[in-house]
């Protein structure tokens, strides 16, 4: 998983055909944002489930304090 500077997370996939993809999570005001590879499905293995679990998270966090912030 990378974290990027602007509040963004990047999760390792693959699609249905087994070529590597990413989700990308990030936090955009007071929205999560959620990016699955453009036209596919994403097939994440059982530790990467939990690092979209953790970036959803993270992304939820940053969201509420960017909120309160306001």
């Known amino acids: 998983m990378t974290v990027a500077v602007r509040d963004e997370w990047e999760i390792s996939c693959r ?19 959620l990016v699955a590879p ?3 499905a994403a097939v994440l293995a059982p530790l990467d489930v939990g690092r979209l679990r953790a970036a959803l998270r993270d992304a ?3 969201v509420a304090e960017t909120s309160e912030g306001v």
């Open 15 to 33: 699609d249905l055909a087994g070529r590597r993809r990413a989700v990308t999570v990030f936090a955009s005001d007071d929205h999560v944002v």
């Open 38 to 40: 453009p036209g596919e």
């Open 60 to 62: 939820v966090v940053r």
